[in-house]
């Protein structure tokens, strides 16, 4: 095999490898590492060094006996999944965490909480449909772009 040949030769097979390379779907920019796509249970020891650590948060504030924030659980799991390294979801059982809940003068549930680069910004309090908290992310997104 001549120095050509084996020239050409090494030339096809890094050609092969970057095609191969570019038919690969691109992986998902995480703007927000603490995002896996679920909602994370918070605690009054968890709350504040988690919230600290994340650019957008939003945090369920709710009761095991509370009707609406049971109907709110399967909506933050879908926007968890939906928003997934770009928005943390966490929740706080407001009768097990009574420092936290104290806090955020919590008086009502369900109440969700945004925080945004470790700092409290707004609420939504009772429950909301799946629009409401959506449209919110998305302003919050947005914001953070700009």
Same mark, same amino acid.
């Not at 369900?110 to 609420?123: A, D, L």
């Given at each position: &095999?001549?120095?050509?040949?084996?020239?050409?030769?090494?030339?096809?097979?890094? &050609? =092969?490898?970057?095609?191969? !390379?570019?038919? =690969?779907?691109?992986?998902?920019?995480?703007?927000?590492?603490?995002?896996? *796509?679920?909602?994370?249970?918070?605690?009054?020891?968890?709350?504040?060094?988690?919230?600290?650590?994340?650019?957008?948060?939003?945090?369920?504030?709710? *009761?095991?006996?509370?009707?609406?924030?049971?109907?709110?659980?399967?909506? &933050?799991?879908?926007?968890?999944?939906?928003?997934?390294?770009?928005?943390?979801?966490?929740?706080?059982?407001?009768? !097990?965490?009574? !420092?936290?809940?104290?806090?955020?003068?919590?008086q009502s549930v369900p109440i969700v909480h945004v925080f945004q680069n470790g !700092?409290?910004?707004?609420?939504?309090?009772?429950?909301?449909?799946?629009?409401?908290?959506?449209?919110?992310?998305?302003?919050?997104?947005?914001?953070?772009?700009?």
């Amino acid at each position: &095999m001549s120095e050509d040949d084996e020239l050409a030769a090494i030339r096809r097979r890094k &050609m =092969q490898m970057l095609m191969e !390379r570019a038919r =690969q779907p691109p992986k998902p920019q995480v703007e927000e590492p603490l995002a896996n *796509g679920q909602v994370n249970v918070l605690t009054d020891a968890t709350f504040w060094p988690t919230i600290q650590k994340t650019k957008i948060a939003l945090v369920d504030f709710f *009761g095991e006996w509370c009707g609406p924030c049971k109907a709110l659980a399967p909506i &933050m799991v879908e926007l968890a999944k939906k928003y997934a390294g770009k928005v943390f979801f966490g929740k706080i059982d407001i009768d !097990r965490n009574p !420092r936290t809940t104290a806090q955020f003068r919590v008086q009502s549930v369900p109440i969700v909480h945004v925080f945004q680069n470790g !700092r409290p910004t707004r609420s939504i309090l009772g429950l909301r449909p799946y629009s409401d908290y959506e449209a919110l992310i998305q302003l919050l997104l947005k914001e953070r772009e700009q």
